[in-house]
């Protein structure tokens, strides 16, 4: 028995294996983020005709990161509509790739403590997500822990060069952990690292430089997008919401409540804690002690920032969670006597519970996604024809699935919604439908002419859109939860996820 522990111990490549056949059954759930659609669509129009667009010719950065697109266009390439998996597991093993260079770094040469750092970072649920649900942070955190190890720490200046260069290109909001990381740099060295420095500059400027040569903007017409499609969103500004927000993303719990709030300052407490006894205790080094401070300050700086700015998108704070169960693991196994049988079984059932939760989550979403969205998408797609167009939000699985010309709700993958809601932000929606009538409309929640949604209209365009479209029917979210297992039900009971799509189609 100890034989086969001991090679598993000591062989890395077994504990990236180990990580990916763990996280197959999240794949099984098929919760994709909907926003990795909108990514893989604009690859697949790389590959159809050259262009970085959404919709044929046109060029727009619909998608958040340009790195991710050229990934997933070679995935697409080499494996066409079966591209998904593959991606996947592709991702795993880089997110497990980055958790060795951090169990490396933070464990010196004991192999038993790496290995459980590993696996126990790999199962926790932003790990999940972040390396299953489609998006690019499994690319992300692989290059985050690049930085860390092969630069921060080992000091190589083709690291220090490189990783900066990638990260940029993959998401802007990169910059983030790139300034704590020079700055810890810095206070490592005692100097400035030009190289570094120099890298930042390079990567920020060239990617603007591209937005602006191909795109015609700044910066990824996602941001524009959000700004203003946003801009009357935010009703609440009190710090009480604010403060709310914090802990709902900061934390797993998905619920806004004083028992979200309560449950995440009771978890930065002991992380706290844990700081402090990190900081005290002589395992570490002072290169590890700064590194550790290091990510603690990136991740809470970056869930406090864009919880104040209402960044809601869940997906902004998985990395972040990351890093804070990274320190809380390091403490764990370094300060607890795991040569004790029991308690090693006892911190593996614990962290086991952490995946159970996010095995749920992942099932009620896939669940959801493939009982309504896919399912609206494969009965579109029966007329599939890209010439058709399609007016819905969000613009990601049906887009995808029926390759219809798109225009969304947000203006994401379409600057001619962005422009019509600078025109006229209360009827935008209406005025959108009358100038370019698409063959199909989804509305989200209301139907047309609903009081209080987006979907009004003034008594002139009534007669017009009743004339222009029938309405085809209702795929309604209680009859998907109804009919769902009844884990699932009590998953909705709690969190209610979904929401009515009604379909309309043009005569």
């Known amino acids: 028995m100890m034989k086969p522990l001991t090679r598993l111990y000591s062989n890395p490549t077994l504990w990236v294996m180990l990580t990916v056949l763990v996280k197959v059954p999240i794949f099984l759930t098929r919760h994709i983020q909907e926003d990795a659609f909108i990514t893989w669509r604009v690859a697949k129009n790389v590959l159809d005709l050259g262009v970085i667009g ?24 080499l494996f066409g509509g079966f591209f998904v998996y593959p991606l996947l597991v592709f991702s795993s093993i880089l997110f497990a790739v980055g958790s060795i260079w951090l169990a490396r770094l933070f464990f010196n040469d004991d192999l038993k403590r790496q290995f459980l750092f590993v696996v126990l970072l790999n199962i926790v649920p932003p790990a999940l997500t972040a390396s299953c649900a489609g998006m690019e942070y499994g690319i992300l955190f692989f290059l985050y822990c690049g930085l860390i190890y092969y630069a921060v720490y080992r000091r190589k200046n083709w690291a220090y060069f490189v990783f900066p260069l990638l990260l940029l290109w993959t998401r802007l909001d990169a910059a983030i952990f790139l300034g704590v990381l020079f700055l810890a740099d810095f206070i490592i060295r005692r100097k400035f690292n030009y190289v570094f420095l120099m890298a930042g500059i390079i990567g920020l400027s060239s990617v603007v430089l591209f937005n602006f040569l191909y795109f015609g903007e700044l910066v990824n017409h996602t941001i524009t997008a959000k700004k203003i499609a946003y801009k009357n969103f935010f009703l609440d500004q009190s710090w009480q919401h604010i403060v709310l927000q914090w802990a709902y993303y900061g934390g797993l719990i998905k619920k806004y409540s004083v028992l979200t709030l309560g449950v995440f300052v009771s978890f930065l407490l002991i992380l706290g804690v844990c700081l402090f006894k990190i900081i005290k205790s002589k395992m570490f080094n002072r290169e590890q002690k700064i590194l550790i401070l290091a990510i603690s300050v990136y991740a809470l700086l970056k869930i406090s920032v864009f919880a104040y700015f209402q960044a809601y998108f869940d997906w902004y704070y998985w990395l972040p969670r990351v890093f804070l169960f990274v320190v809380m693991i390091i403490y764990l196994l370094n300060f607890l006597p795991l040569n004790k049988k029991f308690l090693l079984l006892g911190l593996v059932m614990f962290f086991g519970t952490f995946y159970l939760f996010q095995f749920v989550q992942s099932y009620a979403i896939g669940y959801m996604e493939d009982g309504q969205r896919r399912k609206i998408a494969k009965e579109l797609s029966v007329d599939s024809d890209p010439r058709h167009s399609i007016m819905l939000e969000p613009a ?99 969190r209610p996820i979904g929401k009515d799509y009604h379909l309309y189609k043009k005569r």
Do not use: C
Request: proline residues 2%; charged residues 20%; hydrophobic residues 40%.
């Open 54 to 77: 959404f919709n044929g010719a046109e060029r727009i950065s619909a998608s958040t990161t340009h790195l991710y697109v050229a990934v997933s266009a070679f995935f697409q390439f």
């Open 396 to 494: 990601g699985i049906i887009p995808f699935y029926t390759g219809f010309y798109t225009y969304d709700e947000v203006g994401l993958v379409n600057k001619k919604i962005t422009a019509e809601m600078q025109n006229d932000e209360n009827f935008w929606w209406v005025n959108s439908v009358r100038k370019f009538q698409p063959d199909y409309i989804l509305t989200v929640k209301n139907k047309v002419g609903a009081t209080g949604s987006y979907y009004q209209l003034k008594q002139a365009d009534t007669e017009f859109f009743n004339s222009r479209y029938r309405f085809v029917k209702t795929y309604q979210i209680a009859e998907l939860t109804q009919n769902a297992p009844q884990i699932l039900k009590w998953i909705y009971e709690f």
